[in-house]
């Protein structure tokens, strides 16, 4: 067998490396500029009751998330259980974005699916969205207490991502204050 | 229950692929004609179950049988008839089926039409296709069953994608597939001819049709995808370098280098080891396509559903069919004698010179493709990798190819004198500059890449005529008629192609240089002015389609007064997937298009508006269409056919035995 002839497997296998690497990494995670910046404000209409209005203001002195969801979302069904989870737990507020999407069919999704959110807020327009630089339904962000984005999260929210990311970064920001 | 049918069906397919992988493998090794007999039914068999599962599906979405999900999630009642179908494939699982039945079409295809092969090689390249089929199918029944149920179902569907509702996504997919797929056949003969250590220009001479015919499906495929790009996307451009465009092009020019280097172990018997390579590498480079596309692992504006699961599999299975061809390659490959020794100007040296150029141009395709995430796996940061990269690497390397392309059908093979190639090729040298200059300054664009291009170009066309030329004057006296019927089909195969790649390079040259955009704030009666043609809004009326509502704008085009056409430009709004699309209205000509699209209304009730002017685009598809059109008839030449007749009697007499 002759040197040359094993370069092409030899340079396959290198290839299949990154490429199996390359399965763990998330190519849409671009790291957000908006981490460690304060949280855009906002004031918008709850879902529950379009008269009373809460803003990123209401939530100053908690550690709290702001999850950006849609009954048009797939991936949302699929990380819903692991919100229910989390909201059963009471670990921290949990705020809804509920983005580009309407009124009854919003509440329709969460009387079916079940209501994990302390409050959602309704951004038809997605005017919000944009200042939270959302691209992808569903995004969750991270807030402390002083107002200010410390994590972002894309995609689903799975239970390995709550166990080994979110939970540590909330009981560090939690200590912290 | 039919879903149920269809479900059952893809389980026997995935039995009999079992069945055609292993046993006529055994059969060809112990030299068992009744083992290696049963590949030939157990293909067949194996197409006909996955054709009836794909016609399973089918009908979940004819009859809206959202109880499925697959049909639930891409289709609805109110979807025209024709995107119900196109829905079948519009989507991840749809498309693996599609993968699977256009595989066993060629294989049933290789049963049929290459029955004169040797018993033990015909076992060896079913069994090979067998294994790539029970891969796919267990793929798709593992990770990605287009069969799963929703209970309980839903009432309506959420609709077919609104950019894939489009003509071009009907006929683009089974075409890209079909060329796809179709490399499989040469990848089962390189690994046919490895294993069985025959790998002749016999050899040479059974593939090359195959993979002439995969050549013009990928060809087609691509360029009906780039024409629904161009009019669908609505940004007026025809080609992105996105990563799942480049996962068509690599195996594109590598399958191009095959069908030249095919050539020459056919006439010559020379560069095996480098053709059965390069067979290897196009099926691969179509394998790593698919993983691409399937595992999300790189995104692109068409990454389907991304499932960690489904990437897993995938790669697996790109690791063991490339791992082990490649294994076997290295294996058995140093056994081949070089081949007949060549000049340095002979044909032989223009079609290896290609050969390494279409490679290293792949090879840069592949890395800027895969670029971004080398990185992120190195932890070097998140880049992109755009169009200024490939077209700095990619246009470099063209050039010569396309100097050697015209050469290689002057120059005889093993060795040739420099003056008598050069002889007749100096005048189009010459000829092709001048005129690449001379247009060049008529159309007030010189630049590098406009001068470039149309000086190749020139080259091509001028340099294909003189080569048509060279024929009339090698049988001087005989009448027209007599010489054009006495060339092969291969020789105008080869002539149409390369004609086309130079009708290609002007309108790529004259689309990318000359091209005007505009885009304008609009309101009824206000006209606006593009490369000499004036553009009248005439205001926008609703046009509600069956599952979308729309805006219809009317907007006349005139130029020096004369109506040259009305266009009607839309932006539609799918109701149930919720979004909104551009429908760009074109007015194409043979020299130009011009190019209309809607975009949004503005509060003061005016609308913006796109407009393009786009001289020679047409020619960009015209020149894939000749390439086609000449692997065509380079596949239908009459010397497969007649080898194949003439060695049809011993084929015979070895089954009667």
Known sequence: MKAKFLVPLALFLVLAGFLGYGLQLNPREVPSPLVDKPAPEFRLATLAAPDTALGAADMRGEVWLLNVWASWCVSCREE???????????????????YKDTRPE???????????????????????????GVYGVPETFLIDRQGVIRYKHIGPVTREAVRDVLLPKIAELARAS | MIPELGHFSLILALVLALVQAIVPMVGANRNRIALMAVGRPAAQGQFLAIAFAFGCLTWAFLTSDFSLQLAAVNSHTDTPLIYKITGVWGNHEGSLLLWALSLSLWTVAVTVFSRNLPDAFMARVLGVLGWISAGFLSFTLITSNPFDRLLPAVAQ????NPLLQDAGMIIHPPLLYMGYVGFSVAFAFAIAALLSGRMDAAWARWSRPWTTVAWVFLTAGIAVGSGWAYYELGWGGWWFWDPVENASFMPWLLGTALIHSLAVTEKRGAFRSWTILLAISAFSLSLLGTFLVRSGVITSVHAFATDPRRGLFILALLVVVIGVSLTLFAWRAPKLSGGGSFGLVSRDATLLGNNVLLAVATGSVLLGTLYPLFLDALNLGKISVGPPYFEAVFVPLMTPV??????GPFVRWKGDGVGRVLRPLLPVMVASIAIGLGVAFAVGHVTVRTVLGLVLASWVLLGSARL???????RRGASAAAVLRGIPAAWWGMWLAHVGIGIFIIGATMAGSLNERLDVKMQPGQTAQLAGYTFTFRGVADAPGPNYDAARATIDVTRSGIPVATLHPEKRFYVAQQMPMTEASIDIGPFRDVYVNLGDRLDDGSWVVGLFYKPFISWVWLGCLLMAVGGVFAASDRRYRRLAEREAPAGAARRTT
């Open chain 1, 80 to 98: 819903h259980p692991v919100l229910m989870e989390l909201a059963r737990d009471k670990v921290v507020p949990l705020v809804g974005l509920n």
């Open chain 1, 106 to 132: 919003a509440i329709a999704w969460l009387e079916a699916h079940g209501d994990p959110y302390t409050t959602s807020v309704v951004d038809a327009d997605g005017r919000v969205g944009i200042d939270y």
């Open chain 2, 468 to 474: 048509l030329a060279s024929r009339f004057a090698e």
């Open chain 2, 157 to 160: 569907g959420r609709d077919l």
């Open chain 2, 402 to 407: 396309v100097v050697l392309m015209v050469l």
